[in-house]
């Protein structure tokens, strides 16, 4: 089945820093997402970003699906961010809804 | 608000019991899934349905079945509950073509 690896693991900022994660993924896919899990397990959906580039607020997303990787900017970071980042692509590909995540990268947003 | 419910929120239970997690969603959306998140394994799906009277297995479906019945709910059921299957739950929803939602999530313990 198709790979998807996040980098870095983990990853501990200063608010006000500035970050970037990035997700590869082993095979062509026609949409990705990005997800952000609170320290209260909740997931909230970041982006659903299958190419190109989107912005919200602080957070925009970039992905280059010929090259295989997508990349969550976080800029002017606060405490809040503070949590996991998941990507997550169909499953073979190409299938709707059926997700295959990364292993997330751990934000430790420091006051 | 339209929204995605989970319940209960948290549950306790026995070896051998069999025990139903409830998944309610007011977006009207086709589409809905079953996830578990363990540590070391990330998110893996169990069942997911693209519409009533339709439901497939996914990565992770032994010992769990599912029906949907009407467009809003998806149940989970655990037949005969297993410490393997001590787990957070995740329900998700989602349209055609644009991303998938998560719920808030079910903490199961099998003792």
């Known amino acids: 089945g198709i790979q998807v690896e996040q980098s870095p693991p983990d990853l501990i900022l200063q608010e006000g820093a500035n970050s970037t994660l990035r997700c590869n993924f082993s095979?062509?896919?026609?949409?990705l997402q990005w997800f952000h899990q609170n320290p209260w397990g909740q997931l909230i959906n970041l982006f659903y970003i299958p190419s190109g580039t989107k912005q919200n607020g602080r957070l925009s997303a970039t992905t280059v699906a010929t090259e295989r990787y997508s990349l969550l900017y976080i800029s002017s970071s606060q405490t809040t961010d503070s949590g996991v980042y998941f990507c997550a692509v169909p499953a073979g590909g190409t299938s709707y809804g059926k997700l295959t995540f990364g292993q997330g990268t751990i934000l430790t947003v420091h006051p | 608000d339209a929204e995605i419910t989970q319940s209960p929120r948290h549950k306790i239970t026995e070896t051998g019991r069999q025990v139903t997690l409830a998944c309610h969603q007011t977006?009207?959306?086709?589409?809905m899934f079953w996830y578990r998140q363990d540590l070391g394994h990330g998110l893996r799906l169990i069942h997911y349905s693209y519409g009533v009277q339709d439901t497939n297995k996914g990565e992770v479906s032994d010992g769990y079945s599912v029906s949907r019945s009407n467009t809003e709910d998806l149940p989970l059921t655990l037949e005969s509950a297993a410490s393997s299957q001590t787990s957070v739950y995740f329900c998700?929803?989602?349209?055609w073509g644009t991303g998938v939602f998560f719920g808030p999530g079910t903490r199961l313990t099998v003792l």
């Open positions: 998700a929803s989602s349209p």
């Open positions: 977006w009207n959306h086709n589409n």
């Open positions: 095979d062509s896919v026609n949409n």
